[in-house]
């Protein structure tokens, strides 16, 4: 069988003389389903590199996104841990004026408020502090309800000292006199060496009450009245050496022992924060300290009880 064959005439350039040329029919039909297959196969390359750029630029639009969140969940996270400290700071402070209350009512000597009732509550302890280092991509919910918790807990002892405060305020009212003869600051600067109660003497080696607080400085260290009073005693008293004793009032007494000088002289009127004498060595003494006592009604107490700063 005869191969099929289709004949083109080309022109010479002169146009005088055409030249047959004849091609099989067969390789046209395959020049024609190449090109069909290489032109479809461009047409699905062209297609993928156009998804490839548009799934490329969603992809990036995508990362930008989580990164601005994973950037707002940072600053999130740090404002919840800085939440939580202050929450616990509040707190603190909360518990610092409560305590202060009751020391003043004591100086003031007032019936404690909200005995039955706590700072906290009806028999509420205080609340654990919140935890500020965790893991708050797992536990962010958890600590969140805790704030949540612990911030009704700071609404209730906000108003709870409130209170307490106002029923303070208006019991002191009437007693600014009682106030102003209460030793409430400390009589001189420096440290504590001795404290209320029993201990082994230096001296004797045995077991004795000691009657007031030791405040060890330089010698010469000026010595303030805490309260206002007037001078009872002045001069020598045993082992105390040099010694100066004022009453303020209401019962209450303090004394000053081992002192180098006395610069106030018997029935003389002081004020509160008046320098009164000056640090010594004198009686028995390990060195220069001031002895500090209050006597309540002829009975020495704590005077830590009364100092408030």
């Known amino acids: 069988m005869a191969m099929k064959k289709i004949s083109f005439f080309i022109l010479s350039n ?15 039909y395959f020049s024609v389903a190449v090109g069909f297959i290489v032109l479809t196969a461009l047409g699905y390359l062209a297609y ?46 909360l518990v610092t004026l409560n305590n202060f209350e009751k020391k003043i009512r004591v100086i003031a000597n007032l019936d404690q408020e909200n005995e039955q009732e706590s700072l906290f509550g ?27 918790e612990q911030v009704d807990n700071l609404d209730l002892a906000t108003s ?13 009212e009437g007693q600014r006199n009682l106030l102003a003869s209460t ?40 010595i303030i009245a805490p309260a206002d009073g007037v001078v009872k005693f002045t001069g020598r008293r045993g082992l105390l050496g040099k010694a100066l004793d ?14 180098k000088a006395i610069l106030k002289k018997r029935g003389e009127p002081v ?16 060195g220069p300290h001031l002895h500090y006592e209050v006597h309540l009604n002829g009975v020495p107490v704590n ?5 408030l700063n």
């Open 14 to 28: 002169t146009g005088s003389r055409a030249s047959q040329i004849s091609v099989p029919v067969s390789l046209i």
């Open 48 to 93: 993928d590199y156009h998804q490839l750029r548009t799934v490329g630029f969603v992809n990036q639009v995508y990362q930008s996104q989580i990164g601005d969140q994973k950037d707002i969940i940072a600053g999130q996270h740090a404002q919840i841990q800085t939440f939580t400290f202050e929450i616990n700071k509040l707190k603190s402070k």
């Open 122 to 148: 009806v028999g509420g302890s205080i609340p654990e502090d919140l935890a500020t280092n965790v893991d708050l991509a797992k536990r962010q919910t958890g600590l969140l309800k805790e704030m949540h």
């Open 160 to 172: 709870n000292q409130k209170t307490g405060f106002s029923s303070l305020l208006k019991a002191l």
């Open 183 to 222: 030793p409430a600051i400390r009589p001189v600067k420096g440290w504590m060496t001795s404290r209320f109660g029993y201990r082994n003497s230096p001296f004797t080696g045995r077991r004795e009450l000691h009657k007031g607080l030791d405040i060890a400085n330089r010698e010469g260290t000026q």
């Open 246 to 259: 004022i009453d303020h009032g209401h019962g209450m007494v303090t004394r000053y022992g081992h002192l």
């Open 271 to 286: 004020k509160r924060g008046d320098i009164i004498a000056e640090m010594g060595d004198t009686g028995r003494s390990t």
């Open 303 to 307: 005077p830590a009880k009364y100092i």
